[in-house]
């Protein structure tokens, strides 16, 4: 979800027939992929073994416009990713926040106190070159060495023109806060929010398995739905009820799936809310907390579904037995008359 609770599960009809229609907006830490990425084992390491490095963050803060926030640390690593982990990251990265954040876009902070002039250069060539989504504004903390920050007031003159974003260049970290809340930054920023990296990769690790779960139900749905809505009921009762019993006995277990479902989803939620959540953590717990009203949804529309379908093939039943009653009967009369 962000996220890979961005998945949205729903029953619809379409004709006679009725399907799951699934929408996964979210990639899994093995899953991101894009046109001229590769495959991870083609070409440069998953996504989870990029995230260990902390080469760009989703932390969760948001700009006081409320747009999400991506951060490239200064931990003089970037120069170790090649163009296609980058863009594996960033499509991850930028899945986190929900929709409706990612679509208002994002800003960008750049780190690069500690480093050179010619690593804020890279990066900002990167992003320009590819970022899966719509850019705010980049804020770049500029080289804090005497010799960085001569060539900084040189260079920054001449590249600003170069990108088609907005790119501002803070000497300090106090500049960023003419745009961020401090309780939106991380301490490596001068702000207040209290981020782990670690305990970040660990929930979106169970949000992800939680989510493929849930797509994995609606598929199993999506089969059921599609196999019964126009099979051959049956000529006689004997048929028609083994095959309601079977078909029951089908629904039955898939209900169970999802009861089981359900209660992963509540056990996940109530690991994840805990004191003093930071707004990172607490983006986490509303995603899950989003995944649990869809599963909800989805059972009722499967309950609704099959109640339908069950009565249908009821009335079968009784219209057959009916039938073989009568017929039954006329043999009877016909052999009295004789």
């Given at each position: 979800?962000?996220?890979?609770?961005?998945?949205?599960?729903?029953?619809?009809?379409?004709?006679?027939?009725?399907?799951?229609?699934?929408?996964?907006?979210?990639?899994?830490?093995?899953?991101?992929?894009?046109?001229?990425?590769?495959?991870?084992?083609?070409?440069?390491?998953?996504?989870?073994?990029?995230?260990?490095?902390?080469?760009?963050?989703?932390?969760?803060?948001?700009?006081?416009?409320?747009?999400?926030?991506?951060?490239?640390?200064?931990?003089?690593?970037?120069?170790?990713?090649?163009?296609?982990?980058?863009?594996?990251?960033?499509?991850?990265?930028?899945?986190?926040?929900?929709?409706?954040?990612?679509?208002?876009?994002?800003?960008?902070?750049?780190?690069?106190?500690?480093?050179?002039?010619?690593?804020?250069?890279?990066?900002?060539?990167?992003i320009s070159e590819f970022f899966p989504g719509i850019?705010?504004?980049?804020?770049?903390?500029?080289?804090?060495?005497?010799?960085?920050?001569?060539?900084?007031?040189?260079?920054?003159?001449?590249?600003?023109?170069?990108?088609?974003?907005?790119?501002?260049?803070?000497?300090?970290?106090?500049?960023?806060?003419?745009?961020?809340?401090?309780?939106?930054?991380?301490?490596?920023?001068?702000?207040?929010?209290?981020?782990?990296?670690?305990?970040?990769?660990?929930?979106?690790?169970?949000?992800?398995?939680?989510?493929t779960l849930m797509k994995e139900i609606s598929s199993?749905?999506?089969?059921?739905?599609?196999?019964?809505?126009?099979?051959?009921?049956?000529?006689?009762?004997?048929?028609?009820?083994?095959?309601?019993?079977?078909?029951?006995?089908?629904?039955?277990?898939?209900?169970?799936?999802?009861?089981?479902?359900?209660?992963?989803?509540?056990?996940?939620?109530?690991?994840?809310?805990?004191?003093?959540?930071?707004?990172?953590?607490?983006?986490?717990?509303?995603?899950?907390e989003r995944l649990l009203v869809q599963l909800e949804?989805?059972?009722?529309?499967?309950?609704?579904?099959?109640?339908?379908?069950?009565?249908?093939?009821?009335?079968?039943?009784?219209?057959?037995?009916?039938?073989?009653?009568?017929?039954?009967?006329?043999?009877?009369?016909?052999?009295?008359?004789?």
């Open positions: 979800m962000s996220e890979c609770d961005n998945i949205s599960v729903s029953i619809t009809p379409r004709g006679a027939c009725c399907r799951v229609r699934r929408r996964m907006q979210c990639f899994g830490l093995n899953e991101a992929e894009c046109d001229g990425c590769g495959s991870d084992s083609e070409d440069g390491r998953s996504v989870g073994e990029l995230l260990l490095p902390q080469y760009a963050l989703a932390t969760g803060g948001l700009a006081k416009d409320h747009r999400p926030l991506i951060t490239f640390p200064d931990h003089n690593n970037f120069h170790l990713l090649t163009a296609a982990e980058y863009r594996r990251l960033l499509l991850y990265l930028t899945s986190v926040p929900s929709i409706l954040e990612a679509e208002m876009g994002f800003h960008i902070i750049i780190d690069r106190r500690k480093d050179r002039w010619n690593s804020v250069k890279a990066v900002l060539l990167r850019i705010h504004a980049v804020y770049v903390l500029r080289p804090a060495s005497f010799l960085q920050k001569a060539l900084s007031e040189v260079s920054n003159k001449l590249f600003k023109e170069e990108f088609r974003f907005r790119v501002l260049v803070c000497s300090s970290v106090e500049e960023l806060y003419e745009h961020f809340d401090r309780s939106q930054l991380t301490a490596d920023l001068g702000g207040e929010l209290q981020y782990s990296h670690s305990e970040w990769i660990q929930q979106r690790i169970a949000l992800e398995k939680f989510s199993k749905l999506d089969d059921f739905m599609h196999e019964i809505v126009d099979c051959d009921m049956g000529n006689d009762p004997t048929q028609t009820k083994e095959l309601l019993d079977c078909q029951e006995s089908r629904y039955k277990s898939l209900k169970s799936e999802l009861s089981s479902a359900t209660t992963q989803g509540e056990e996940l939620l109530t690991q994840m809310r805990k004191p003093n959540l930071t707004y990172n953590i607490i983006s986490h717990v509303a995603a899950v949804e989805t059972e009722k529309q499967f309950d609704n579904f099959w109640q339908k379908h069950s009565m249908k093939l009821n009335h079968w039943l009784m219209f057959r037995t009916f039938l073989l009653n009568f017929k039954q009967m006329q043999v009877k009369l016909h052999l009295l008359l004789e």
